[in-house]
């Protein structure tokens, strides 16, 4: 079986530049869910969706962090204007909420540095 | 004070030992425990998923959860130079919906 799919893998990009990062979740998966993770914080939950609507983005630290879900199979996280600060790498996870609580899988992440 | 908290480490034992990595928790609301391990480079990993107190075995790893004093342990036996990895443990409680509260991760390493 196909796990969560993030691309791109790598991101180098300068300061002020948009950055896009993607995400496939495991078919048949309802929920899906966005982290960052650093040395100093460790694994942040920024925003998850319900069958495609977000329902807590309480973790999104800036309005410069946006993410979407048009469909059941993708996703998007978008930095507009990227900062240094935002370097770290970014996680994509989904589960399932058949038959209650069901742990997230998670995808191999991408690595994001913003010189 | 942190919901979760795990001890960093690095903690270095050689091959074969028993290792025990821990994790302590303060919000009682938490009912569902998991372990992921993590290579350098790569996503967490789901090892071992629990909701009850008591022990989970699967193969040579053993989950145990302890409701009452809010503790949770994994241990690995007969451990392997490739069990050295990031051992995460992560919690969610029924209020939260799926949203998992991860401790900081114990690094392990296993020598040869």
């Known amino acids: 079986d196909a796990g969560v799919i993030q691309s791109p893998r790598h991101e180098v990009t300068e300061m002020g530049q948009e950055v896009t990062l993607r995400c496939k979740p495991i078919?048949?998966?309802?929920?899906l869910f966005w982290y960052r993770q650093t040395m100093m914080r460790g694994l942040e939950l920024l925003i998850y969706f319900n069958n495609n609507v977000p329902i807590d983005d309480s973790g999104m630290p800036e309005d410069r962090f946006s993410a979407k879900m048009p469909n059941a199979s993708f996703s998007t996280l978008k930095i507009q204007p990227s900062e240094p600060r935002d370097s770290a790498v970014y996680f994509c996870?989904?589960?399932?909420?058949?038959?209650?609580?069901?742990?997230?899988?998670f995808g191999d992440g991408t690595r994001l540095s913003i010189l | 004070q942190k919901e979760v908290e795990q001890d960093p480490g690095p903690l270095s034992v050689p091959e074969g030992a028993i290792v025990s990595l821990n994790c302590t928790y303060s919000n009682s609301a938490f009912q569902y425990f998991m372990w992921y391990r993590q290579y350098s480079r790569k996503g967490p990993e789901l090892l071992m998923y629990?909701?009850?107190?008591g022990n989970k075995e699967d193969g040579r790893f053993t989950a145990q959860v302890d409701k009452s004093s809010k503790y949770i342990s994994l241990f690995i036996r007969d451990s392997q130079p490739s069990d050295s990895a990031t051992y995460l443990c992560a919690m969610i409680p029924l209020s939260y919906g799926n949203k998992l509260v991860f401790g900081a991760g114990t690094i392990l390493r296993v020598k040869s």
């Open positions: 078919s048949g998966h309802d929920y």
């Open positions: 996870a989904s589960s399932s909420g058949t038959g209650g609580v069901q742990p997230q899988h």
């Open positions: 629990t909701y009850s107190s």
